[in-house]
Nanobody, 117 residues
Framework: QVQLVESGGGLVQAGGSMTLSCAPS????????MSWYRQAPGKQRELVAS???????NYAEAVKGRFTISRDNAKNTLFLQMNSLKPEDTGNYYC???????????WGRGIAVTVSS
C-alpha cells in the first residue's frame, strides 16, 4: 500500500520560513487533489492549502499571502512553502492525496512544526 512521507518540519522562530515536502512511496494515478492539513494541540484538523490536478490553489484565510502550495507532477511530490511563520502556525502538518477510479484518500503520518515566539 502506498504511503505518504512528510519531511521538513521542526522548530523555527516567529517570522522565519520553512518548507514541507510530501512524497508517496509508490505511484498514485488519477490524482484529484493534493492538500496540506494541520492540527494544533487541542484543536480539530483543518485544511491549510490544496492544489488540484488543474493547478487550482485554495488556502485557508489564516495562511493566505504567507504560504504557497506547489506540486511536482512527475514525482507526485507536494510542497508547502511557509513564510512569516507565527506561533499559531504550530501543529502537526499532514499531507493528503485524493484520487479517483477508485476513489481513495491517502494520508501521511504527520510532521511537527513548532514556531517559537
Amino acid at each position: 500500500q502506498v504511503q505518504l512521507v512528510e519531511s521538513g518540519g521542526g522548530l523555527v522562530q516567529a517570522g522565519g520560513s520553512m518548507t514541507l515536502s510530501c512524497a508517496p512511496s509508490g505511484s498514485i494515478n488519477n490524482i484529484v487533489t493534493m492538500s496540506w492539513y494541520r492540527q494544533a494541540p487541542g484543536k480539530q484538523r483543518e485544511l491549510v492549502a490544496s492544489i488540484t490536478s488543474g493547478y487550482n490553489r485554495n488556502y485557508a484565510e489564516a495562511v493566505k499571502g504567507r504560504f504557497t502550495i506547489s506540486r511536482d507532477n512527475a514525482k507526485n511530490t507536494l510542497f508547502l512553502q511557509m513564510n512569516s511563520l507565527k506561533p499559531e502556525d504550530t501543529g502537526n502538518y499532514y499531507c493528503n492525496i485524493l484520487r479517483n477510479w477508485p476513489r481513495l484518500d491517502y494520508w501521511g503520518r504527520g510532521i511537527a512544526v513548532t514556531v517559537s515566539s
